[in-house]
């Protein structure tokens, strides 16, 4: 196995490492060691089925095999297929120079108080131009911060708003048992600290995902969208940002509870076809606002 780095704004790459084979004394160890020190972790020219992807998912705490708005895969469970073809490849974009797929820089499951710790994405078409997948470090983010803002944000809290994605995508359907129906009330707002300790190692991390970020608990008003609109423009500069250009093989592992990722869209003339794995959630993070319920996805 070779580790080296994969770029100026952190990561590492890994060679040689098969994830469909049974893993040798103290290699799994290894792997988690990387996963906490680095937090993005690539593993070049792997070869799995769908299957083997998600028993790769054991060695970093297990994979989620049902999720309520995802269809069930019919070759392995847990596997969701992310293509700008569609699930099962039929669907031509009618313009083929109009990026398909994009998505604002995020987390997973931020409306979740226990947000998934993170997910696994193996490339098994790569578009020519475009389809990359940008990473955020939440260690980098708040080392970058001033030390009167870090001192201003200790204590309070981002208002996490499924509601506000919903407005966002003005309208669009969400899939549920095989209907196509809103559900724009499902989810309560969920308070989250802007920053909190990692929940393995302890470190600082700034947590403000913009797709999520509906103003700050503790500061309405306009001082509040002052606030959350520094720390948006703070957390996604470009210095901060790593953007991955995939190669046929690679499989992206990243900590969810330390990385903002932000889907960057595929020209409608090039294919792109990844699959997709999401590792378990630990422990609460967030709460959630009120006397709201929220149910996991």
Same mark, same amino acid.
């Given at each position: 196995?070779?580790?080296?780095?994969?770029?100026?704004?952190?990561?590492?790459?890994?060679?040689?490492?098969?994830?469909?084979?049974?893993?040798?004394?103290?290699?799994?160890?290894?792997?988690?060691?990387?996963?906490?020190?680095?937090?993005?972790?690539?593993?070049?020219?792997?070869?799995?089925?769908?299957?083997?992807?998600?028993?790769?998912?054991?060695?970093?705490?297990?994979?989620?095999?049902?999720?309520?708005?995802?269809?069930?895969?019919?070759?392995? /469970?847990?596997?969701?297929?992310?293509?700008? =073809?569609?699930?099962?490849?039929?669907?031509?974009?009618?313009?083929?120079?109009?990026?398909?797929?994009?998505?604002?820089?995020?987390?997973?499951?931020?409306?979740?108080?226990?947000?998934?710790?993170?997910?696994?994405?193996?490339?098994?078409?790569?578009?020519?131009?475009?389809?990359?997948?940008?990473?955020?470090?939440?260690?980098?983010?708040?080392?970058?911060?001033?030390?009167?803002?870090?001192? =201003?944000?200790?204590?309070?809290?981002?208002?996490?708003?499924?509601?506000?994605?919903?407005? =966002?995508?003005?309208?669009?359907?969400?899939?549920?048992?095989?209907?196509?129906?809103?559900?724009?009330?499902?989810?309560?707002?969920? /308070?989250?600290?802007?920053?909190?300790?990692?929940?393995?190692?302890?470190?600082?991390?700034?947590?403000?995902?913009?797709?999520?970020?509906?103003?700050?608990?503790?500061?309405?008003?306009?001082?509040?969208?002052? /606030?959350?609109?520094?720390?948006?423009?703070?957390?996604? =500069?470009?210095?901060?940002?790593?953007?991955?250009?995939?190669?046929?093989?690679?499989?992206?592992?990243?900590?969810?509870?330390?990385?903002?990722?932000?889907?960057?869209?595929?020209?409608?003339?090039?294919?792109?076809?990844?699959?997709?794995?999401?590792?378990?959630?630990?422990?609460?993070?967030?709460?959630?606002?009120?006397?709201?319920?929220?149910?996991?996805?």
């Amino acid at each position: 196995m070779e580790v080296g780095k994969l770029a100026d704004r952190g990561g590492v790459e890994v060679r040689g490492l098969d994830l469909a084979a049974p893993p040798t004394p103290g290699e799994n160890e290894a792997l988690n060691a990387l996963f906490e020190e680095h937090g993005l972790v690539v593993f070049r020219d792997q070869q799995l089925t769908k299957q083997q992807l998600v028993d790769a998912g054991i060695r970093f705490g297990g994979s989620v095999l049902r999720k309520p708005l995802v269809a069930d895969d019919p070759e392995a /469970l847990g596997i969701s297929v992310l293509s700008n =073809r569609g699930y099962d490849g039929t669907v031509i974009p009618n313009d083929p120079n109009e990026k398909v797929g994009e998505a604002p820089w995020h987390t997973d499951q931020g409306y979740l108080p226990n947000p998934n710790r993170g997910k696994i994405l193996y490339c098994v078409q790569a578009p020519e131009e475009g389809g990359m997948t940008g990473f955020v470090d939440g260690y980098a983010a708040y080392d970058a911060l001033s030390e009167e803002m870090k001192s =201003r944000i200790e204590g309070l809290h981002v208002v996490q708003s499924w509601g506000k994605l919903q407005r =966002r995508t003005d309208g669009q359907d969400f899939r549920l048992d095989g209907k196509r129906e809103m559900e724009k009330a499902r989810f309560a707002d969920v /308070l989250f600290p802007i920053v909190y300790p990692h929940p393995v190692s302890g470190r600082k991390v700034l947590n403000f995902p913009p797709m999520w970020a509906a103003g700050i608990a503790e500061m309405a008003g306009p001082e509040g969208e002052a /606030l959350t609109q520094a720390l948006i423009e703070h957390i996604t =500069r470009p210095k901060l940002q790593y953007w991955h250009r995939y190669a046929l093989g690679d499989a992206v592992l990243w900590d969810n509870w330390r990385f903002l990722h932000k889907a960057g869209g595929t020209p409608g003339r090039y294919a792109r076809t990844i699959w997709s794995i999401t590792l378990n959630s630990g422990p609460q993070i967030g709460r959630v606002a009120g006397n709201g319920q929220s149910e996991a996805i």
